[in-house]
C-alpha cells in the first residue's frame, strides 16, 4: 500500500545540487577573469562597509524614548524618526483629522486596482472613475467645508501625501495632454503641428525651478484683482504643463514604433481617422512606451520634493523643517536616510510593477 492510500503524507525533499549552485556562480560571477575580479572587488567593499552600517543603522541604534535625552550610544537615532513620524507622512494636517487622508488613500488603492489589474472586463469604466470619480471625493476629504468635515487649508498639508497628490494629478493630467501633443506634432495640418512642437520644445527648454517660480510668484500678477488660486493648485498646474511636454515625446516615440502598415490596413477597412488611431495605433504605442511612461513617473515622483522651494513642504521638505527644531539638532543624517528610503521603496514598487506589466504585454504578443 503507498503512503497515499495509507494516509500518509509523503516527505518532499528539495532537489538541490551543489553542482548546479557552482555553475550559476561561474556563469554569473566568474564568467571571465574581468568579472572575477569585479566580483571580488564588490565582495570586499561590501564587507568594508556594510558591517560598520549595519551597526550604525541596527545594533547601536536607538529607537525608544520621546527625547533626543534617549540618544546616548553612538549609532542612529532612530527615536527622532519613530516621534516625528506622523510629521512626516501627514505635515501640519489636524491629527485627529488624519483618517480622512487614510480613506483617501485607500480609496486610491480600490481605484487602482481595477485598472492595473489584468483580466477586468469594462476597464475604461475603472479608469473614467479613478480619473473623475476619485479625485472629487478625494477633494472633499482633504479640503472639506462640505458635509460636517471641517475645512483643512493646503497649507497645511504636507509630508509624503504631498508627494502622492502631486505625483498622481500630474501624472492624470499630463499624460492625456501629452497624447494629443503627440498626434499634433505628426499631424499634417501645418498650424497644429507647429503649435505642439512650440509647446513641447519651449516647456522642455526651461529648468522646472522656473517654471514653479513663475507659478507661485508670477502667475498672481495676471489673475484678476480679487481672484486667486491656491498655491497647490498652481504649483501642480506648472508640474502638469512642464511634464506633458515630456510625456509626448514618449508616446510620439511609440506611434513611431508601430509599422505604417497597421493603419493602411485600417484604412482599407473603411475605418475613420480617429478610430484608427484610438483603437489600433495607440494601444500598440502604449505597449511600448511602457518603460518611457514609468520613468517619467519615477521622475516625476522624485521632482515633487522641488515644491519646497515655493513654501510647500513634502516629505523631504518636512525632515529638513524637523531639523531645525532646537530639540532635535544634529540628526541630519537620520532624517536624510529615513527619506531616502521611502522614496526608494516607492520608486521600486513603481519599476516593479512596470517590469511585470512589461512581462505580460510580452507574453500577449
Partial sequence: MSDVAAGKHPVIRADFHPRRAFDWLRANLFSSVFNSVLTIVVLVIAGLILPPLFRWGVTHATISGTSRAACTGDGACWTFIRVRFPRFFYGSYPSDQHWRVDAAFVLLIAFCTPVLRDGIRHKWIWLLLLLIVFPTIAAVLLW????????????????????????????????????????????????????????????????????????????????????????????IAALVLFNAAYMAEVVRGGLQGVPEGQEE?????????????????????????????????????????????????DLLGTVEQALKDPAWLGFATEGYVFSAAVFFLCCFAMSSYGRSMERRLARRQ
Fill in 144 to 235: 472639506g467645508g462640505v458635509f460636517g468635515l471641517s475645512y483643512v487649508d493646503t497649507s497645511l498639508w504636507g509630508g509624503l501625501m504631498i508627494d502622492v497628490i502631486a505625483s498622481f494629478v500630474t501624472v492624470a493630467g499630463s499624460l492625456p495632454l501629452g497624447i494629443m501633443l503627440a498626434f499634433g506634432r505628426r499631424s499634417q495640418l501645418p498650424v497644429i503641428r507647429a503649435l505642439s512642437i512650440g509647446y513641447i520644445e519651449i516647456w522642455r527648454g526651461v529648468p522646472l525651478l522656473t517654471v514653479l517660480f513663475m507659478s507661485a510668484v508670477v502667475m498672481p500678477l495676471f489673475l484678476p484683482t480679487g481672484v486667486s488660486i491656491d498655491r497647490l493648485v498652481r504649483a
Fill in 265 to 313: 490596413a485600417a484604412a482599407s477597412l473603411g475605418l475613420h481617422w480617429l478610430h484608427t488611431q484610438a483603437l489600433i495605433v495607440l494601444p500598440q504605442a502604449l505597449r511600448i512606451i511602457v518603460p518611457g511612461i514609468i520613468n517619467t513617473v519615477v521622475d516625476l515622483f522624485k521632482d515633487t520634493t522641488l515644491i519646497t522651494i515655493i513654501g510647500l513642504f
